[in-house]
């Protein structure tokens, strides 16, 4: 919308429905305290969680949301103009205003680590516009990856509504860096690969892995002989669905053009799984392991999936996982994978966007970096639970001594797609044994036009029938 406006003078609009949650504190039937919404007070009949879509809780604390919509509405637009030199253009969209408190801050990183950094004074007339110079020569350290050029908007006075050093804009913009060609890691002798009537098990140095050869799920992950997996890695093709998903649906009522209603029908919730093939191999230098997986909705095969799972002599596992769904079948939520673990009880530190929430057609806001949260910061607590806590488009995500490399979306958070699914009030949630960790190749959109109709943009469904996508674990 907002860059619609932007194009088109004349048009006008962008409210926001809602400003806040409507809903209040309850003591329930259980004794249980919590926010309570339609239904919650025997009221017949209601519109349940209709009026829960504000950008604020009803207590005011923002959702991620609210910081998108601060982003798309900030009165300053920016521009890279070239990277040698590095010149930008910033145009102010204040009506009335010089720009008599403003300064520009911006620094460039490499894999979220600041090379080189400036600032400099504003002075804009309404609507007026300025190129700057950043840098006449822009120079990366040898083998620098993953560079973005950061752009601040800073306040330095306090002012009747901000404290001083408040963030009025900003923006990002990545910036090309030559190719790096990594030096391959010495290879050393392939893991030790061994066979029984019901699994097969390999082993290099403290590490000992055992894929079940009935299901072909990787079903242990022992380091010194301590289990590390609660849970088999699974693939994963649902999420808990969100109001959008959800749109005016009801028991009473089903829209069957709604997305949850859609994925019901062609029975994504209740998929069986038939493993086809689990067949391993030892080489030189690694042990691969090929398990293919055939995903049935009553009768008929809807998935297909292959995982090539790859053990090198460093302890890596390397998976490359293709998959294919039936054209019958309507987009699916995610393609990904999840598996549960115990609490490394340490902060989440990750390579990519944040440090809020985000997702593939609500990102703008998030900005690429490293960061590190506490665990209970990377869940958002809707008052109806639903899907939450995506990190989108990361490069490395890095929690006590698990790590994940390649190019992908992720969660970790103490609740499983199956409890969300069966709440409907936050409070209610419970923290389960693990903590799950949720690994997505492709994430659709969560749309947000209205909440009553499927709005997600065409370039934000999961259209194309085949994918693939390629991760490489390790525990440290």
């Known amino acids: 919308y907002w860059r619609a406006f932007r194009d088109y003078p004349r048009l006008q609009g962008g409210f926001v429905w809602d400003w806040a949650d409507q809903a209040i504190t309850k003591t329930f039937d259980d004794g249980s305290v919590g926010w309570a919404y339609g239904g919650d007070f025997g009221d017949k009949p209601n519109d349940r969680q209709f009026c829960m879509n504000g950008l604020v809780f009803p207590d005011r604390r923002p959702h991620p949301s609210l910081i998108e919509a601060k982003h798309a509405q ?152 301590v289990e590390q997996l609660l849970t088999p890695l699974r693939d994963q093709f649902v999420r808990a669905p969100l109001d959008n998903d959800i749109g005016v649906s009801e028991v009473e ?38 398990s293919s997986w055939q995903y049935m909705s009553q009768d008929e095969v809807v998935i297909v999936s292959h995982w090539r799972m790859t053990f090198n002599a460093q302890g890596q596992l390397h998976l490359v996982i293709d998959g294919e769904r039936a054209t019958t079948l309507p987009p699916l939520p995610r393609v990904g994978l999840n598996f549960q673990v115990r609490d490394q009880e340490k902060p989440v530190s990750w390579l990519g966007f944040g440090p809020h929430e985000n997702y593939p057609d609500r990102r703008t806001s998030a900005c690429f970096s490293r960061w590190e949260r506490p665990l209970d910061e990377m869940s958002t607590p809707y008052i109806f639970p639903g899907e939450n806590g995506l990190r989108c488009d990361s490069k490395a995500l890095d929690w006590g001594r698990w790590h994940v490399a390649g ?70």
């Open 407 to 476: 190019d992908f979306h992720f969660s970790v958070q103490p609740y499983s797609t199956t409890q969300l699914m069966a709440t409907d009030h936050w409070h209610q949630m419970q923290p389960e044994e693990g903590v799950w960790i949720t690994l997505d190749g492709q994430h659709m959109g969560v749309g947000g036009d209205d909440s009553w109709t499927p709005s997600v943009l065409q370039k934000w469904l999961l259209s194309e029938p085949k994918w693939q996508y390629q991760l490489t674990l390790h525990f440290q």
């Open 253 to 290: 009522r089903i829209d069957p053009n709604a997305w949850v209603e859609r994925w019901k029908s062609a029975g994504l919730y209740n998929l069986t799984a038939r493993c086809v093939q689990c067949d391993a191999q030892r080489l030189a230098h690694e042990v691969v392991i090929d």
């Open 74 to 225: 900030q009165y300053f637009q920016f521009a890279l103009l070239s990277q040698h030199p590095l010149r930008i253009s910033i145009t102010s969209e204040y009506l009335f205003r010089p720009t008599d408190n403003e300064q520009l801050h911006w620094h460039v990183q490499a894999a979220g680590e600041t090379i080189t950094q400036g600032s400099a004074t504003l002075a804009l007339s309404p609507e007026g516009q300025s190129e700057l110079t950043l840098s006449e020569a822009l120079t990366l350290p040898a083998g620098a990856e993953e560079v973005w050029l950061t752009l601040e908007v800073i306040q330095p006075q306090a002012t009747a509504w901000s404290e001083a050093g408040h963030r009025v804009a900003w923006q990002q913009f990545a910036l090309a860096a030559p190719l790096v060609l990594h030096a391959p890691q010495p290879a050393g002798e392939a893991p030790e690969l061994e066979r029984s009537d019901s699994a097969w098990t390999v082993r290099s140095g403290l590490q000992q892995w055992i894929i079940d050869r009935e299901s072909g799920l990787l079903t242990h992950w022992l380091v010194d002989g």
